[in-house]
T-cell receptor, first 116, second 110 residues
């Protein structure tokens, strides 16, 4: 069964450093998402991406964040200058497969980001 | 009012019990509704989509009440392996973001 994959599974970084989280969505999906979950809190939407551009972003997704689809398979989330409060689990998700369209979102296993 | 609100947990039930979770949403324009299951420190896994007519998948039944802006999940004959956090998620439009509730923890005991 196809699945979303994410690397690395755990990233430890120092405050102020840049990090790039990587995702490989399900191959025939067209919509891509990033969510985050701070420990003990709910899953929160960050950004959605469709047709090579951001389609929606939350207020969390400020100028420190960016997304990119550098090739036909990878989808990345970059945090330019990490803060302690960026420590969270980051989930990538994808949806909408063709020709039989379904908008159900499938999540990757997550990257645990720890900012020290 | 929170966008998506779930029953606070935890629910502690014996094996074989029937348990029901409720979820309310504030945006009447919401189009799609889902139940996800999340094991500790893992990703949300799609359990089922919720359709207007209600739907069933084995021991799991989901219902939607648009008038009351409320969805529910019923688990019959609970198994130890059902122990997890159940997340309600709502989406306003096709391809759009999911808004999650805070989750309800279920613990099934022998």
């Amino acid at each position: 069964e196809p699945e979303v994959t994410q690397t690395p599974s755990h990233q430890v970084t120092q405050m102020g450093q840049e990090v790039i989280l990587r995702c490989v969505p399900i191959s025939n999906h067209l919509y891509f998402y990033w969510y985050r979950q701070i420990l003990g809190q709910k899953v929160e939407f960050l950004v959605s991406f469709y047709n090579n551009e951001i389609s929606e972003k939350s207020e969390i997704f400020d100028d420190q964040f960016s997304v990119e689809r550098p090739d036909g398979s990878n989808f990345t989330l970059k945090i330019r200058s990490t803060k302690l409060e960026d420590s969270a689990m980051y989930f990538c998700a994808s949806s909408l497969s063709l020709p039989v369209g379904t908008y159900e979102q499938y999540f990757g296993p997550g990257t645990r980001l720890t900012v020290t | 009012r929170k966008e998506v609100e779930q029953d606070p947990g935890p629910f502690n039930v014996p094996e074989g019990a029937t348990v029901a979770f409720n979820c309310t949403y504030s945006n009447s324009a919401s189009q799609s509704f889902f139940w996800y299951r999340q094991d500790c420190r893992k990703e949300p896994k799609l359990l089922m989509s919720v359709y207007s007519s209600g739907n069933e998948d084995g021991r799991f039944t989901a219902q939607l009440n648009r008038a009351s802006q409320y969805i529910s999940l019923l688990i019959r004959d609970s198994k130890l392996s059902d122990s997890a956090t159940y997340l309600c998620a709502v989406r306003a439009n096709q391809g759009g973001k999911l808004i999650f509730g805070q989750g309800t923890e279920l613990s099934v005991k022998p």
